[in-house]
């Protein structure tokens, strides 16, 4: 790997990578540290814009805590450092030995990218094949999969929200001014609220900078929503509000679903989720007389109580009322790599039965599937890039299982909580050390992709993590580099040539393709710019797409058909590393990619969901009479929160240990006063916090902010936490029935002043 050529003091393009909608940066950089920051007036999407938080990424890159050599665990518990080669044979050796002796499925991938990465992820595909594995888990399984099972029924893939004209907006569980979600929030956000003719409502028990821009706010009581958008629905249904010409051309089912919601108390529920019944009539009537309706669900849904039940009925919102496939409505766009693997397949996890959505095993069942003696249970993992030891429920738990385990090894740029319980740690080089792309939604009906260039060389002891793959596959025998000659010649002849030889060793030779990124790292990436050899397989992506999506990409202005058009599609990648539209599309596309294989059609039933909506009527009122009278939201996005992906604490400037934010009322009647301490205790977990009064809340309720509480060194190198590590509190057994997805936004808690 080389340094990039161009000229040290020149903007270069990068992308900020603190959250999924990957704003374009402009950066200059100078001695490894980043010297200005702004935003990328030339990508497409983003469009200059960025928040806050890019400012500090210095402290991503340049931190007390990167890592530096691969770490070997010693007999007494400490790590000691080993050089790459000692550390890729002895993992590979440990790795093949349990494969040999228990199974390469005995072995669970957690992980694979975070908000700006996903390269690793899409490498290790390789060495998970050379070991036989075949269980993975991820973040997604603690948020989104309930969603993903839900939206796989009904669409057979994932619509996106289009704010930007929308004439109706809805935000349920989601502060979209804090957590974004989509490009250029804030601007889009204060446009709606400025305009007449534009409408938003909100969801959400807090009254978050998003619903202060609401014209309906409906202030939920935590754990609610789905006795709310039930309402909601069962008055569109009761107001002749759903669009039945819409249904009759382009939905199937719908006749068990408004028997279910025609029988719904409207009344009984909006007292039951304490909003006036007049307010809910208001958001329905919006909802179902809107030229234009867009909506977007996130974790105050899906980590609550009912939360695959939530997505189902916020997704009915926008199917009954036919908005989608049309200008601000819901879209299905084009993909460039397969983000998560297969659709709802009927796998199930190997000791708990659980299901298995979009290829991953639910996070919160995963203690499970470890602290058992079953014969089936996980004997290693390979976890890269994610911190499961902070970031899934119960985390003493999760420290336990994997010290359960026989064999771990950690992929991350930092010593994280999870690191500390590996075998082997293995130091990746930090994302503007290498090429890294996401390939989370790219927009519609542009779909905009980035791949990002190196901006400095991989730090010393550090390699990207498609080099750590390959090195693993070499060592476990999964190729060899006589293999690849051929292939070698042929990608330093040109991109067709490449073609021709890569379809011919695919035929040829099957067994490459179990480890094909590897292979088109080895081959066409030792032929790309140096630095650039894990956009190989994005070469690979971008045939797929040529050859599934040929008109959208024509339409994006690429010329020629099959590979021609692939090879055209990547070459325009790679020139771009601001960004670069990929694929364009006329909205009623949408309607094709429905359901492709089965009939083209929105499928709105999902029974055991439609029986879950029936059921709701007999389900207890909580009481706060009990041991645990507050309802804590653990984990809510702030101005200075960003996952862990920034670890040095001094990025935050203000409340540097993150508050419990608490009611007025509630302050007064526990005595304490902002910043005074309290002490907040879980079924599972103790720890203090300073509370930050505020009137957003009501009574009952308080939350404590994500990714807090990591472990950072100080000037003597002793290991300080900084704020409350918000799973000491959790517990794995409160999740969904169906998805698994934990509630982390609604945890019993008890909370008292500490004198
Ligand atoms: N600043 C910042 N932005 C981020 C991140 C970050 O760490 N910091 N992380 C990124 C990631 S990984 C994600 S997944 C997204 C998440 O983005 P969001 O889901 O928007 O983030 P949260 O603040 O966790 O939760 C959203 C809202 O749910 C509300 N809520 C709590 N309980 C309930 C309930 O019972 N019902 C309803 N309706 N709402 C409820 C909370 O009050 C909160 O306003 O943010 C991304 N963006
Ligand atoms: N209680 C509670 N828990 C939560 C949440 C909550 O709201 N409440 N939010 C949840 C949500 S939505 C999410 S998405 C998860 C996120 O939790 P995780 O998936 O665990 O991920 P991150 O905190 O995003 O950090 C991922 C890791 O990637 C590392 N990293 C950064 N760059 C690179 C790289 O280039 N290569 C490698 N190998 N590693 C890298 C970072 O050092 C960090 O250790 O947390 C979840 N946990
Ligand atoms: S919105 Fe997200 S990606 Fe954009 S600048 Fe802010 S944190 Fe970064
Ligand atoms: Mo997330």
Redesign the pocket.
């Known amino acids: 790997m080389t340094t990039p050529s161009h000229a040290q003091d020149s903007w270069k393009s990068t992308a900020c990578i603190?959250?999924?909608?990957n704003c374009a940066l402009h950066v200059q950089v100078a001695d490894g540290h980043f010297t200005k920051i702004k935003g990328d007036k030339t990508n497409p999407r983003s469009k200059g814009y960025t928040?806050e938080?890019p400012a500090r990424l210095d402290h991503y890159q340049n931190h007390g805590d990167r890592l530096t050599s691969p770490l070997r665990r010693r007999a007494d518990g400490s790590f000691e450092e080993v050089d790459w080669d000692t550390a890729i044979r002895e993992v590979a050796a440990r790795l093949a030995e349990i494969r040999d002796t228990v199974g390469g499925e005995k072995i669970l991938y957690y992980g694979g990218g975070g908000?700006g990465n996903h390269m690793g992820g899409a490498y290790s595909a390789a060495t998970r094949k050379a070991l036989g594995m075949r269980y993975a888990s991820n973040?997604l399984a603690q948020?989104?999969t309930g969603e993903f099972w839900v939206e796989r029924l009904m669409f057979g893939g994932r619509p996106e929200p289009d704010f930007e004209h929308a004439q109706v907006s809805v935000?349920?569980?989601?502060?979209?001014w804090?957590?974004?979600?989509f490009e250029r929030a804030r601007i889009v956000l204060k446009e709606i609220a400025r305009d007449p003719a534009r409408k938003m409502i909100v969801?959400?028990?807090?009254r978050?900078e998003?619903?202060d821009l609401a014209d309906v706010f409906?202030q939920?009581?935590?754990?609610?929503?789905a006795f709310?958008l039930a309402a909601i629905l069962a008055v569109l249904v009761e107001d002749g509000l759903v669009d039945r010409d819409f249904l009759e051309a382009h939905a199937d089912g719908g006749d068990a679903l408004f028997d279910t919601l025609s029988r719904v108390p409207v009344a009984d529920y909006c007292t039951r989720a304490r909003v006036p019944e007049a307010l809910v009539r208001e958001a329905a009537g919006l909802i179902g007389t809107a030229d234009s309706l867009a909506v977007l669900?996130?974790?105050?849904?899906?980590?609550?109580?009912h939360s695959t039940l939530?997505s189902y009925l916020e997704k009915l919102l926008y199917a009954v009322t036919g908005n989608f496939g049309r200008a601000g409505t819901m879209n299905l766009g084009t993909h460039l790599g397969k983000l998560i693997g297969g659709g709802n397949d009927n796998r199930t996890s190997p000791v708990g039965g659980h299901k298995i959505i979009t290829g991953l095993i639910p996070c919160n069942a995963l203690p499970d599937e470890l602290l058992t003696d079953h014969p089936d249970r996980f004997r290693a993992a390979i976890i890269e890039s994610a911190n499961p030891v902070h970031s899934l429920a119960d985390s003493p738990r999760m420290r336990e299982a994997l010290d359960a385990l026989d064999f771990v090894v950690v992929v991350d740029v930092a010593m994280t909580e999870t690191a500390m319980h590996a075998d082997y740690v293995l130091p990746g080089s930090s994302q503007y050390e290498k090429a890294e792309a996401t390939f989370f939604g790219g927009g519609f009906p542009d779909h905009v992709f980035q791949l990002r260039h190196p901006l400095f060389p991989p730090a010393p002891g550090t390699l990207p993590e498609p080099e750590i793959h390959s090195r693993l596959c070499r060592a476990l025998g999964a190729f060899h580099d006589d293999d690849l000659t051929a292939l070698r010649q042929a990608a330093n002849a040109g991109l067709e040539e490449f073609g021709s030889a890569f379809l011919e060793a695919m035929a040829s030779r099957p067994e490459l393709g179990k480890i094909l990124p590897v292979v088109l790292y080895e081959t066409l990436g030792r032929a790309l710019e140096p630095g650039l050899e894990p956009a190989a397989l994005i070469w690979g992506a971008a045939q797929t797409l040529a050859a599934s999506d040929p008109t959208s990409v024509q339409r994006a202005g690429y010329e020629g058909e099959g590979p021609t058009l692939g090879n055209a599609l990547f070459r325009a990648i790679l020139d771009h590393p601001e960004g670069v539209v990929i694929t364009r599309d006329p909205y009623d596309v949408s309607f094709d990619r429905l359901h492709p294989k089965a009939g083209g059609r929105i499928q709105l039933e999902i029974p055991e969901l439609i029986e879950e909506v029936a059921g709701l009527v007999d389900e207890p009122a909580p009481s706060r009479e009990d041991a645990f009278p507050f309802?804590l939201?653990a984990?809510?996005?702030?101005?200075?929160?960003?996952?862990t992906?920034y670890r040095d604490p001094s990025w935050r400037r203000k409340d540097p240990a993150g508050s419990l934010r608490m009611s007025p009322g509630d302050a007064s009647r526990l005595g304490v006063e902002n910043g005074g301490r309290v002490r907040i205790t879980t079924k599972r977990g103790s720890t203090e916090a300073a509370v930050e009064i505020t009137d957003t809340l009501r009574d009952g309720?308080v939350?404590l902010?994500?990714?807090l509480g990591l472990a950072y060194p100080d000037e003597s190198g002793r290991r300080v936490v900084h704020g409350t590590p918000p799973n000491e509190l959790t517990s794995t057994e409160d999740r969904d029935w169906l998805a698994g997805t934990p509630w982390?936004?609604?945890v019993r808690a008890q909370v008292e002043a500490v004198r």
Do not use: M, W, Y
Request: net charge neutral.
């Open positions: 603190l959250c999924s909608v928040c938080k908000q973040a948020e989104k935000f349920v569980g989601k502060n979209p804090q957590s974004h979600g969801l959400d028990p807090r978050t998003t619903a409906l939920v009581a935590p754990g609610t929503d709310v669900e996130d974790l105050g849904i899906e980590q609550a109580p939530n309802i939201a984990g809510e996005r702030r101005t200075n929160t960003a996952n992906i309720h939350t902010p994500n990714g982390h936004k609604h």
